[in-house]
């Protein structure tokens, strides 16, 4: 089945198309009787907000390696790294240890503070008397099953 | 109190954020198309290597991997420089940024220990969430917190942050040491003139006569002295105010002599320099054209033309300015030249809403004001470029050489920086990834 031709749309220029402005610009000046959805209008669900508290200090990285699979990071995953973080046991951190970026979690072993693996591959990393630089606190992981 | 926010090696610092391998190590960041050295870390300053020294000299100290080069990564450095103005931001009252590593803040109503324990945590706060090492320097004046900042960061005893205070002993005897040439807005030329006038130091400068400077020289240049003293009298509006000319030029990657070719880059130049000036809402009167041959290579035929095309009306449609390099470009090109740099620049702006139109001059062309604006907001949401007038050639030789550039960690989803979950991780996924060969 074929459809007929649209019937010719007159051509305007560009610039007499709406510009994309975000709804909540653009209503200054609107005056006469006010839409009762007003009050409601910008409330929809921001994903940025509920991930990422301090835009300024908030940095994505990739993770690569699967010895963090029993703690729910994969190999390619996103991670939401926020650096305004103090960091505190059992959190996941990013360090900077021996000119590599590594993704650990912080916790005690043996009653001191290591750098821990979900792998029993991977011994925890002792903290004491390394070099070792904290880069950043883990806020969120994003696993994107469709790709 | 006035405080001046600067980052150490802006790009280098930028660079190590990102790459724990770089930290300690002698690093350099290289200008547009690797030509010479615009940044330097502390190592590679120890090694006695110069600001400004041409790459290919450095070639064979980096195969030996004694120093390390990068390419600049512009929108990686643009993206930590509004990070470091934000964080200033959500501290201090006011803050304006002055370059891309270098910010105000305004700390009215703080007393002098108040600034200072905010510079010591500001200075401690950045280096922790954003990586970047910076030094404060606090004064009274615009002046002298550049000077306070530049102590701050030569002398290690103030530990990144140091507090001028006018008239103080510590105050004098630093004026008495700087030459009056590396103070705040005093240029080479200036700093000859004035040694004539036996004003060699900020001092001396300091204690000359205001209705001599102002007479013999410039209101601007009494007001500088002022502010040595102390009385604030510069504003960010004098050092921001808008530019006079507009130049955007670049070296070729490889040399060409094709018409073509160097028609297309003075397109994308003359592009980019419109979008400027409209940015800055002036209108210009007049659009010069250059090229340049090589001058090293003695053994070829050398050509430095520019033509200069005044415009009917001043305009600030890239339309006009096109039509402007074009017949620029017609007036000067020859064939049997092999062109190095190639640029627009714009002269005599005038201000757009100041502008008037004069009886004489004839009228405006059909100007498209949302044409140009639209054009304008989709290349700066898009990506510089993305919407351009004519085809310009995306593998031309002119395109800018970066073989050297490091990921744009904070802007590309692509090219983020990776986190491994044991040592050696992310070097066998690279493995892992790649393709059997």
Not at chain 2, 289 to 304: A, G, V
Not at chain 2, 327 to 341: A, D, H, N, S
Request: aromatic share 8%; glycine share 6%; net charge positive.
């Amino acid at each position: 089945m074929s459809f007929p031709p649209s019937p010719v749309a007159p051509a305007l220029p560009l610039t007499f198309q709406p510009l994309p402005y975000s709804s909540l610009q653009g209503r200054a000046g609107f005056s006469g009787f006010p839409s009762p959805a007003q009050d409601y209008e910008p409330r929809t669900l921001d994903l940025n907000t509920r991930l990422i508290k301090n835009p300024t200090q908030t940095f994505y990285l990739t993770a690569a390696g699967d010895s963090m699979e029993g703690w729910g990071i994969f190999d390619g995953d996103l991670l939401i790294v926020d650096r305004s973080i103090k960091p505190r046991l059992g959190h996941i951190l990013v360090a900077m240890l021996e000119e590599e970026v590594l993704i650990k979690r912080y916790a005690l072993y043996r009653g001191t503070p290591h750098l821990c693996s979900a792998h029993p591959h991977y011994p925890p990393l002792p903290l004491k008397n390394t070099d070792c630089q904290l880069w950043g606190v883990v806020r969120a992981v994003i696993h994107e099953y469709l790709r | 109190m006035i405080g001046l926010v600067d980052a150490n090696n802006f790009y280098v610092s930028c660079e190590r954020v990102f790459d724990p391998f770089l930290e300690g190590k002698p690093v350099g960041v290289m200008s547009n198309n690797d030509g010479c050295i615009i940044a330097r870390s502390a190592e590679m300053k120890a090694m006695g290597i110069p600001m400004g020294i041409p790459s290919f000299k450095l070639e064979s100290l980096r195969k030996r991997g004694e120093i390390y080069l990068k390419s600049s990564n512009y929108e990686l450095y643009g993206d930590m420089s509004a990070r470091l103005c934000q964080l200033l931001r959500d501290a201090c009252p006011a803050v304006s940024p002055y370059s891309i590593d270098e910010m105000f803040i305004y700390l009215e109503e703080f007393s002098d220990k108040q600034c200072l324990t905010l510079g010591e945590w500001l200075r401690r706060r950045i280096r922790r969430h954003l990586g970047l090492p910076v030094c404060v320097g606090l004064a009274p004046t615009h002046t002298l917190a550049k000077l306070a900042n530049h102590l701050a960061k030569t002398s290690p005893h103030y530990q990144g942050v140091c507090l001028l205070q006018a008239q103080s002993a510590t105050t004098m005897a630093l004026l008495k040491q700087t030459p009056v040439g590396s103070v705040w807005g005093i240029g080479r030329r200036l700093a000859e003139r004035l040694a004539v006038n036996k004003i060699y130091t900020a001092w001396d400068l300091h204690e000359a006569d205001l209705k001599q400077l102002r007479k013999r020289f410039s209101v601007v240049l009494a007001r500088t002295a002022l502010e040595l003293r102390g009385t604030p009298c510069l504003h960010m509006n004098d050092l921001g105010q808008p530019r006079h000319r507009i130049m955007t030029s670049r070296s070729f990657g490889q040399p060409t002599g094709a018409k073509e070719e160097v028609h297309d880059a003075l397109r994308r130049h003359a592009q980019r320099s419109a979008e400027k000036l409209r940015q800055q809402r002036s209108l210009t009167r007049a659009v010069m054209i250059f090229l340049n041959t090589n001058r090293h290579r003695r053994d070829q035929p050398q050509y430095y033309p520019h033509a200069m095309i005044p415009l009917p009306a001043p305009s600030d449609d890239t339309r006009t300015i096109l039509e402007a390099v074009r017949q620029g470009l017609e007036q000067v090109y020859r064939p049997g030249y092999r062109f190095m740099k190639a640029g627009v620049m714009l002269l005599d702006l005038v201000d757009a809403e100041q502008h008037q139109l004069s009886l004489l001059s004839p009228p405006p062309r059909n100007r498209h004001p949302h044409l140009m604006a639209t054009l304008d907001d989709i290349n700066q949401r898009m990506g510089q470029g993305t919407i351009s007038f004519g085809m310009t050639n995306a593998d031309a030789a002119w395109q800018l050489r970066c073989a050297h550039r490091s990921k744009r960690y904070t802007t590309r989803w692509d090219e983020l920086m990776q986190a491994g979950t044991h040592p050696g991780a992310i070097r066998e996924c690279a493995l892992r990834k790649q393709p059997l060969t």
